[in-house]
């Protein structure tokens, strides 16, 4: 089993993200099926002010890359993306094509 951490932001915008997360409460089966289909088998978004924190919990064949494929020729998902992408923003220090930034562990009380 893998865990990951990731970081995105929101637009700045109070109205925008409390559309961001009405769309969260009434997930397509299609994007859930897209989701478990790559291997991920739990995913939970937090969010402070602008700032979302996911946590993937995955099989061990599960893959970024491999699940970008997978999305990439799924219409239902390139839809879903589209719509997303308009309330997310990138971190100021990553790429203009990189949207959800796996975290770097800095701490583990279990591994002390």
């Known amino acids: ?62 893959s970024f890359e491999e699940k970008a494929k997978m999305d990439a020729s799924n219409q239902k998902v390139q839809v879903w993306e589209a719509l997303m992408d308009t309330y997310q923003q990138r971190l100021p220090w990553t790429g203009t094509n990189d949207k959800w930034v796996v975290m770097k562990e800095i701490f583990n009380l279990k591994k002390q």
């Open 1 to 62: 089993m893998k865990t990951f951490y990731l970081a995105l932001d929101l637009v700045d915008n109070e109205e925008r993200i409390a559309e961001y997360e009405a769309h969260h409460q009434k997930v397509a089966p299609e994007i859930l099926e897209s989701i478990t289909s790559s291997g991920i088998t739990n995913m939970i978004l937090y969010r402070t002010g602008n700032r979302l924190f996911m946590i993937i919990e995955a099989e061990d064949h599960f």
